[in-house]
């Protein structure tokens, strides 16, 4: 290693302990960086994704990042804040090119040596951060010059037609056998129309087949409102794009959760309209049967303009006084206690804190009993599966390997679903919906977005499939009855933040978003 320049003077030992500290990072030597910060819960690390605070999620978070790569330190400079702290500054050149720095607290311990206490890491800048985005322009194409979303920006899903690029997937091997696009999606051409330049093609999960968010293919975007956790799927890159502020508005779809989902990790408002409102054509299909296009935005304001433009001649707009009386039940709001019970217990608590703030402000919210959840997820995956099998059944088993481990065995697990479990289990979806429908009439089912806030990068598989099954359970709800249902940032756990969930009668999308803006108001007052 060439030794860099140093400047100030340096307290004895630390300029060997911060290049000892860079050759460990060069081999990704894990225990070894570990060693290297403090053993505290109050040691940091931060980067443009966000914070990390503990030593135990600093070392979560390097063991799956996957190295950091090789890079040669050109410049040390040293602060020397007492006889045991230093403030050390290092400018590094990566072999990748660029130039990065890097800020250290530095502390010494007479057994332990030098240590580090805090870190700012600054990475040479990315033209194009694959994980979040396959493609962008400056526009990709560009909006009309007026209209009401003029001046938005779109991060369109990869699933979506956009006339000159290509369908992934977010699988590499779909994208090289695809041909160009000769016509744009409606619902992309609707945006555009309106004044909104799409920015580029964001990533997905793989065939949209997941809700966590994890790409073999690309790697998986962040998540700036819990670093170190995953972003939730499959519109991952739309979500993060607008998390990140690199878009406005993101283009996504919805089949078991994709949208409500990463927006409740993300802290975003995610909106899955009414199934049917928003056309699929230009669109690659997972189940039709469920399958929906919606937004991500991270204000409800841009929301419910983008919904307006999206659900324009839809007939899903009805006014915000329809969703009050007329069913079930005397008040406009219902909960299904019973539903939760697979949350996270901070989830329930975030949840039952937020209805008992909306009651004290005197909105009305009665208790309501669904169908069984289990029931309605297994009658979900059944009917999901087979028309997934349906749509990409021939191309998975002409690629076998092309897939993740965890998509590759739900295609195998839907490739053994026969015409008469699909049968049977379509008639158990018609029953659901009707008795969805009766317990529900015009009311919105207030409920959790997620089982429980973004779970971490490195969590083990069967959290991840944990977790998964109890967020699917709720996010059924909506998809059985094809109704509308809106993510908005409501809920806040000590692991991050989870969205409150409205699920709204059929054609109500738009006053779903004014009632999200009511509530919205109601407990930042409250």
Not at 276 to 282: F, I, K, Y
């Amino acid at each position: 290693m060439t030794l860099p320049s140093v400047t100030g003077d340096a307290p004895e030992g630390l300029v060997e302990a911060v290049l000892a500290y860079e050759a460990a990072l060069a081999a990704d030597d894990q225990e070894a960086l570990a060693a290297f910060f403090v053993p505290a819960a109050d040691t940091l690390r931060a980067d443009a994704n966000g914070l990390l605070v503990g030593h135990d999620r600093i070392t979560a978070f390097r063991g799956r990042r996957g190295g950091a790569g090789v890079r040669e330190v050109r410049e040390l400079r040293v602060h020397v804040l007492g006889d045991a702290a230093a403030h050390v500054v290092t400018v590094n050149a990566p072999a990748s090119g660029g130039r990065g720095a890097v800020s250290q607290l530095w502390v010494r311990n007479e057994s332990a040596g030098w240590r580090i206490a805090a870190a700012h890491v600054t990475a040479p800048a990315r033209a194009i951060d694959q994980r979040v985005w396959r493609v962008v322009g400056a526009p990709l194409v560009a909006g009309a010059p007026d209209g009401p979303l003029a001046g938005e920006t779109v991060a369109v899903k990869d699933l979506f037609a956009i006339a000159g690029h290509r369908i992934g997937v977010g699988v590499r091997a779909y994208l090289a056998e695809s041909p160009l696009e000769h016509r744009t999606a409606p619902a992309v051409a609707a945006l555009v129309d309106a004044g909104a330049d799409v920015v580029g093609i964001a990533q997905t999960d793989q065939f949209a087949y997941s809700i966590a968010g994890l790409n073999p293919d690309y790697g998986t975007p962040v998540n700036p409102a819990v670093p170190g956790g995953i972003p939730g799927g499959s519109s991952s890159g739309p979500a993060s794009a607008v998390a990140l502020g690199q878009a406005s508005i993101g283009l996504g779809t919805d089949t078991a959760g994709s949208i409500r989902v990463p927006a409740s990790y993300q802290g975003l408002w995610g909106l899955r309209p009414t199934h049917g409102a928003v056309s699929l054509e230009g669109v690659a299909p997972l189940a039709p049967r469920y399958d929906t296009v919606g937004w991500l935005t991270r204000d409800g304001g841009t929301m419910l303009r983008a919904a307006r433009v999206g659900l324009a001649g839809s007939g899903a707009a009805r006014p915000s006084g329809g969703l009050r009386g007329g069913g079930a039940h005397t008040g406009d709001l219902v909960a299904a206690p019973g539903a939760m019970a697979s949350c996270a217990e901070p989830v329930r608590e975030a949840f039952d804190r937020a209805v008992e703030r909306l009651v004290a402000t005197g909105r009305e919210v009665d208790a309501v009993e669904l169908p069984a959840l289990d029931e309605l997820l297994m009658t979900f995956r059944v009917t999901q599966s087979a028309e997934a099998w349906r749509s990409d059944g021939a191309w998975v088993d002409a690629h076998p390997g092309a897939l993740a481990p965890d998509v590759a065995a739900r295609f195998a697990w839907a490739r053994d679903v026969t015409p008469e479990r699909e049968a049977a289990a379509l008639a158990d979806a018609a029953r659901l919906a009707a008795a969805l429908d009766h317990a529900l009439g015009d009311a919105v089912l207030l409920i959790p977005a997620a089982a429980s806030a973004a779970p971490a990068l490195d969590a083990p598989d069967a959290e991840l499939e944990e977790r998964r099954q109890a967020t699917l359970g709720m996010t059924a709800i909506a998809g059985i009855a094809g109704r509308p249902a809106l993510s908005v940032p409501l809920l806040v756990t000590p692991e991050g933040p989870v969205g409150l969930c409205l699920v709204g009668p059929r054609g109500s999308d738009l006053a779903l978003v004014e009632l999200g803006l009511e509530l919205e108001d109601h407990l930042a007052r409250a």
